[in-house]
């Protein structure tokens, strides 16, 4: 009885040795990836890098967060109001299967067969060229998963004591979502639009053929119909993951490699900001709604 009890306990103790070893294993592959693209990247920092002009990445700095922007925008319009449906009005039926399935499908789809798509869709039935918008458009597709599915989470985790007392006092079902269930679970969206820009943050493949892989901005020209207006979202922008790509398998710049860890590590300062972010504002949201300063 003792030995079984024995060996129980050493199979317990060899176990959580296990699990540990693997989960610093895990701490350490990203410490030393993420310290590995920030020496490198900020080694090469310098003002002509990071300027606006040839040789630095200034305009697809700015192509990147524009189009992160836009595909932001309409993987909100379209997956926020998926997720009230799924989470509020939806009943088991053939339609609701069919909406999951649909959302199961798009979060595990390939962005080369995403960025084909929107290449057919976008730009070739459109006859367009590559645009910025065909290219947010692509990856708002990426996005809509993570969106609809942290919005029906939000809503779902809300206490029934929010709807009943809403009810109680007379209001609708659509005053109850739009005037207590979305602000209390703005937090929680919130930061899923946050976690959905880090994967258009670092997305290439759905942009290669729909974005294009060039940039021919003019600062002074605010005339947003012109294609050489920074806000004109039908004109062509090169991101900083394209730029990447066309720097290690082309090196058409004289400081390629510096501009390719540069890039990197912006990429990865990016990411870490809005992760950041969306952790402060979800805690500061939170503290606010629920009474406490």
């Known amino acids: ?73 309409f993987s909100s319009l379209l997956g926020v109001p998926a997720g009230i449906f799924l989470s509020e009005y939806a009943h088991k039926g053939k339609i609701v299967s069919g909406v999951r399935m649909a959302v199961e499908t798009l979060s595990s789809l390939p962005s080369i067969v995403v960025g084909l798509f ?46 009943q007392a809403s009810y109680g006092l007379g209001a609708s079902k659509w005053q109850t979502i739009w005037k207590i269930l979305l602000p209390a679970a703005f937090p929680r969206i919130m930061t899923g639009l946050i976690m959905a820009a880090g994967r258009g943050f670092g997305e290439a493949a759905a942009l290669m053929f729909t974005a294009g892989m060039s940039t021919d901005i003019h600062w002074d020209n605010w005339d947003i119909s012109s294609r050489l207006c920074p806000l004109n979202p039908f004109r062509p922008g090169e991101t900083l993951t394209l730029h990447i790509w066309a720097l290690r398998t082309e090196a058409l710049e004289a400081n390629a490699n510096e501009q390719a860890a540069v890039c990197s590590a912006i990429l990865m300062i990016l990411v870490v900001s809005f992760s950041l972010a969306a952790r402060a504002l979800s805690y500061h949201l939170d503290k606010k709604m629920g009474g406490n300063k």
């Not at 009890?5 to 610093?24: P, Q, W």
């Not at 060229?129 to 996005?143: D, E, K, R, T």
Request: net charge neutral; aromatic share 10%.
């Open 118 to 163: 929107g290449y057919l869709v976008f730009i070739v039935m459109t006859g367009s060229q590559w645009n910025l918008l065909a290219g947010a458009l692509s990856v708002s597709i990426l996005m809509l998963p993570l969106v609809t599915s942290v919005t029906v989470d939000a809503l779902q985790s809300l206490p029934d004591s929010y709807r």
């Open 1 to 73: 009885m003792n030995s079984a009890v024995n060996a129980k306990k050493r199979m317990d103790h060899i176990m959580t040795m296990v699990f540990f070893a693997g989960a610093g294993l895990a701490v350490l592959l990203l410490i030393a990836f993420v310290g590995y693209v920030m020496v490198e990247g900020l080694g090469h920092m310098s003002a002509r890098i990071m300027s606006f002009e040839t040789g630095g990445i200034g305009n697809q700095l700015f192509n990147t967060l524009y189009l992160v922007f836009l595909a932001l925008i």
